[in-house]
């Protein structure tokens, strides 16, 4: 059974930080590209930021340049999101998920996701 668990969310004061995980399972983790998307009340999700297969690159939104970094553990089938200096604006529910078939440029392209977590909350307060 193919799985992808976020974890870590929360309710942080401005300016705080988290680190985020998501724990996959049941494929071959290697060979998929995985990535954070975010989804705020009333919005469309959008991508955070990428980290392709085998970390051979990274990729994140211009919003969270320079905050976020996107990390992978390939022994613990496990790829990480540390957010620093946090800002309201970032309060969204966060989503992991894997894809197949990317290998560069645009990552933010929903269809090109095969697989998808739950979402954990993320919650920034001022």
């Known amino acids: 059974e193919v799985q992808l668990v976020e974890s870590g969310g929360g309710v942080v004061q401005v300016g705080g930080s988290l680190r985020l995980s998501c724990a996959a399972s049941?494929?071959?983790?290697?060979?998929?590209?995985i990535a954070w998307f975010r989804q705020a009340p009333g919005k469309e999700r959008e991508g955070v930021s990428c980290?392709?297969?085998?970390?051979?690159?990274?990729d994140y939104a211009n919003s969270v340049k320079g905050r976020f970094t996107i990390s992978s553990d390939n022994a613990k089938n496990t790829v990480y999101l540390q957010m620093n200096s946090l800002k309201p604006e970032d309060t969204a529910v966060y989503y992991c998920?894997?894809?197949?078939?990317?290998?560069?440029?645009?990552?933010?392209?929903?269809?090109?996701?095969?697989?998808w977590g739950q979402g954990t909350q993320v919650t920034v307060s001022s």
């Open positions: 980290i392709s297969s085998g970390a051979a690159g990274t």
């Open positions: 049941g494929f071959t983790f290697d060979d998929y590209a």
């Open positions: 998920a894997a894809s197949r078939a990317y290998s560069g440029g645009d990552y933010t392209a929903r269809r090109a996701y095969d697989f």
